[in-house]
């Protein structure tokens, strides 16, 4: 079991740390990926980061802005967002995978974490 922590209502320009800890997983066994999900949208990939932490892939749409970490003594995997912007609002979760090929593609993911809302508005 995956398990968020972190997001909220912010400010546009403001930033936030989103946590994924894991129960149960060693996460250094797993590449770790966030997802968003806007209301009346699908679910799209933000980042995926490998199982050793060397390898990352970002977005377009939040290269620059977001960055992904792994703590592996924690177990654990953080998104850091700043320069947020209203579009980023979206239930945020975090997931694992054994198949860096295909870690864009939310299907081949199959541990979750519960999602956490990030608003921004101002």
């Known amino acids: 079991q995956l398990e968020q922590s972190g997001g909220g209502l912010v400010q546009p320009g403001d930033s936030l740390r989103l946590s994924c800890d894991a129960s149960?997983?060693?996460?250094?066994?797993?590449?770790m990926g966030w997802f968003r999900q806007a209301p009346g949208k699908e679910r799209e990939f933000v980042v995926a980061?490998?199982?050793?932490?060397?390898?990352?892939t970002y977005a377009d749409s939040v290269r620059g802005r977001f960055t992904v970490s792994r703590d592996m003594a924690k177990n654990a995997v953080y998104l850091q967002m700043n320069s947020l912007k209203p579009e980023d609002t979206a239930v945020y979760y975090c997931?694992?995978?054994?198949?860096?090929?295909?870690?864009?593609?939310?299907?081949?993911?199959?541990?979750w974490g519960q999602g956490t809302q990030v608003t921004v508005s101002s």
């Open positions: 997931a694992a995978n054994k198949l860096w090929f295909a870690r864009t593609d939310s299907s081949t993911y199959n541990v």
């Open positions: 149960g997983y060693i996460l250094t066994n797993y590449h």
């Open positions: 980061i490998s199982s050793g932490g060397r390898s990352t």
